[in-house]
């Protein structure tokens, strides 16, 4: 399978994976779960899902590409941070306007993926080094999961955080 394929592939996997993580800490509720996993329905949690599924799908990117490309450490993060982007872009005007529609946000995160697996394909394919990401894309994906799993049990009382449909707002907060 050549990379071409592979990226559309990734499209069905990637969306697919995240119904799988989307529950997993309702399926099984603990500490480390809640870390990695949404615990609500707030915004900033299904940015965390975005993250985790990612995260998941780079153990199948990793074995099927193998190191065979130079920008395969930075492509890790420029997907992540360009995936949750596109879909805060795309879905807060529409959430902010008309409230949450479950079909319209299925359909905007699958664009954010289509967008996203395309700007991933370019940075594999191109000949530019992106030596800087390369070299700390690991720390960038440990500031980001901290900052999440912060925002999971310290949340900031703002839009982005409140689950409206359980009134709940980060781990225990209720308001």
């Known amino acids: 399978m050549n990379l071409k394929s592979f990226k559309i592939l990734s499209v069905f996997i990637l969306f697919n994976l995240s119904f799988f993580t989307h529950y997993i800490y309702d399926i099984c509720p603990n500490f480390i779960s809640s870390l ?93 080094e992106y030596t800087f990401l390369n070299k700390y894309n690991f720390i960038f994906l440990i500031i980001l999961f901290i900052t999440f799993s912060l925002f999971t049990y310290y949340p900031i009382k703002n839009e982005l955080f409140i689950d409206k449909m359980h009134k709940k707002i980060g781990f225990k907060n209720y308001y």
Do not use: G, R, W
Not at 36 to 62: R, V
Not at 66 to 75: A, Q, R, T
């Open 36 to 128: 990695f996993f949404p615990i609500n329905e707030s915004i900033i949690e299904h940015m965390k899902m975005i993250f985790s599924t990612y995260l998941i799908y780079f153990f199948i990117e990793n074995k099927y590409l193998k190191n065979n490309y130079n920008n395969i450490k930075s492509n890790k993060i420029i997907q992540i941070i360009v995936n949750i982007t596109i879909f805060l872009i795309m879905y807060l005007p529409i959430y902010f306007n008309f409230k949450h529609n479950l079909l319209i946000t299925l359909i905007i995160y699958l664009i954010s993926i289509i967008i996203t697996q395309i700007i991933s394909y370019k940075v594999l394919t191109n000949n530019k």
